[in-house]
């Protein structure tokens, strides 16, 4: 699906698929984090069942406000133990599929907030 962010700086998704993301104008493919300032880096997670703490203390150096978990073609909600070291901080988390995320990381990322995206892989069927 093609989407059309308003025009800021910052880093933005135009489309996604089972291939990957499109952001930037540049396709990144596997699971990846985004940040609104940053570019899109890979993330060490490889599949929902094989999430840990550590893959979300990856985020942390980032101090995001708000963290969007992109869990697949369908929404899944990791385990509360893996987001401690967010929660601790006082990040929130919004978990989402990965549409609803991109969607949802482009209109946060362009009012200007500190937002992290972390996006699992849709492997093609």
Known sequence: MKLHPDPSNAFSI?????????????LQTGALILCAVMGPQPWA???????TQENFDELLPLNPELVIF????????PAPKLLQG???????????DNGAACRTFNVLAGEGRHVVMALLATPLP
Request: charged content about 20%.
């Open 45 to 51: 997670a490889h599949s929902f069942a094989d999430l």
């Open 14 to 26: 135009q489309s996604y698929s089972d291939e990957g993301v499109v952001v930037n104008g540049k």
């Open 70 to 77: 992109g869990s697949g073609h369908r929404i899944q909600f």
């Open 86 to 96: 967010l929660i601790q901080r006082g990040i929130g988390v919004d978990t989402m």
